[in-house]
């Protein structure tokens, strides 16, 4: 496989494990119009199935340690427009940090599976407008913002509390 290719299905499956470990459903939708997962669950109380979207970047990375605060991530204008605003289905953008060598990206043993290296996310619904003339847009990805099976069950407790009353 290509190695861009290849990563980005990397990072897809990288954050769909993390969903799987949330016990979350994840649906890749076709075609891909600016989202790449949509995560859902079977919740007890059925108005709560909700669901969220997210947009999977990666990036090659030698170390994490160069980024003090956060990860720079360049997205076209008609990108930014389908990750800004706010949704009915909440979208977050979502970097997965890669190994350079996709030798490096599994390791496997009797005792573990390891998914090299990690992801950050953030969300743009807060996010003005992109300026008038611009090609693309520039938004960071805090460091601190790592993500999680917790961080994961954060993003549904948001979206159900964004539900209408029945």
Same mark, same amino acid.
């Given at each position: 496989?290509?190695?861009?290719?290849?990563?980005?299905?990397?990072?897809?499956?990288?954050?769909?494990?993390?969903?799987?470990?949330?016990?979350?459903?994840?649906?890749?939708?076709?075609?891909?119009?600016?989202?790449?997962?949509?995560?859902?669950?079977?919740?007890?109380?059925?108005?709560?199935?909700?669901?969220?979207?997210?947009?999977?970047?990666?990036?090659?990375?030698?170390?994490?340690?160069?980024?003090v605060t956060g990860f720079k991530i360049t997205l076209s204008v008609s990108?930014?427009?389908?990750?800004?605003?706010?949704?009915?289905?909440?979208?977050?953008?979502? @970097?997965? =940090?890669?190994?350079?060598? $996709? %030798?490096?990206?599994? *390791?496997?043993?009797?005792?573990?599976? #390891?998914? !090299?290296?990690?992801?950050?996310? @953030?969300? =743009?619904?807060?996010?003005? $407008? %992109?300026?008038?003339? *611009?090609?693309?847009?520039?938004?960071? #990805?805090? !460091?601190?913002?790592?993500?999680? @099976?917790?961080?994961?069950?954060?993003?549904? %407790?948001?979206?159900?509390?964004?539900?209408?009353?029945?």
């Amino acid at each position: 496989m290509e190695h861009n290719n290849h990563q980005g299905w990397y990072g897809e499956t990288f954050v769909a494990a993390i969903a799987a470990a949330a016990g979350f459903q994840v649906a890749v939708p076709y075609p891909d119009i600016g989202k790449d997962l949509i995560l859902g669950r079977d919740h007890e109380e059925p108005e709560l199935d909700v669901q969220i979207a997210l947009q999977v970047k990666t990036h090659r990375v030698e170390s994490i340690l160069d980024a003090v605060t956060g990860f720079k991530i360049t997205l076209s204008v008609s990108q930014f427009k389908r990750l800004r605003g706010k949704r009915q289905v909440p979208v977050y953008l979502v @970097v997965v =940090l890669v190994p350079k060598d $996709p %030798a490096d990206y599994i *390791r496997t043993d009797e005792d573990a599976l #390891v998914l !090299r290296r990690c992801a950050y996310w @953030v969300s =743009l619904e807060h996010c003005l $407008p %992109a300026q008038a003339g *611009r090609e693309s847009v520039t938004v960071t #990805v805090p !460091r601190d913002n790592l993500l999680t @099976v917790d961080a994961l069950h954060e993003f549904f %407790a948001r979206a159900c509390e964004e539900v209408p009353a029945p």
